[in-house]
């Protein structure tokens, strides 16, 4: 999946030069040191989720529950990092929704379920 998005994402920076070096207005593409590693991160961030999915499911858990919790766990852990580590803020608002996301987790870590059917 990763190198999907690594593709796409080269093929859209590609036409988007081609498009400003035909422009007579052409913008320069601006990046940082600190921009270029903090998305380096955050994909191998998404990496790390995806591999941990696959480890989870293929201990038995099954993928209607690994899925949610890991995708749910990063999203809690991404919000954390953002308040702790770049002195981000959110409103009570943007705290509640992280509150029923955890809720969320729990409810789908603790549902029992039943067994596929396979007719």
């Known amino acids: 999946m990763q190198i999907v ?3 796409l ?3 859209s920076l590609a036409a988007r030069q081609l498009i400003m070096a035909s422009s007579t207005a052409a913008v320069p593409l601006l990046c ?5 590693l903090w ?3 955050a994909g191998v961030a998404v990496a790390i989720a995806e591999i941990l999915s696959f480890v989870i499911s293929s201990m038995g858990v099954p993928a ?5 919790t890991i995708v749910g ?11 702790v580590w770049l002195g981000e803020r959110l409103t009570l608002r943007g705290w509640s929704g992280i509150v029923m996301i955890a809720v969320g987790i ?7 379920g039943g067994a596929p059917s396979l007719h």
């Open 5 to 7: 998005a690594a593709i």
């Open 9 to 11: 994402g080269a093929l």
């Open 32 to 36: 940082s040191q600190p921009g270029v």
């Open 39 to 41: 998305a380096i991160a």
């Open 64 to 68: 209607s529950k690994s899925i949610p």
């Open 73 to 83: 766990g990063s999203v809690l852990i991404g919000t954390l990092l953002g308040t």
């Open 106 to 112: 729990a409810l789908v870590g603790t549902d029992q």
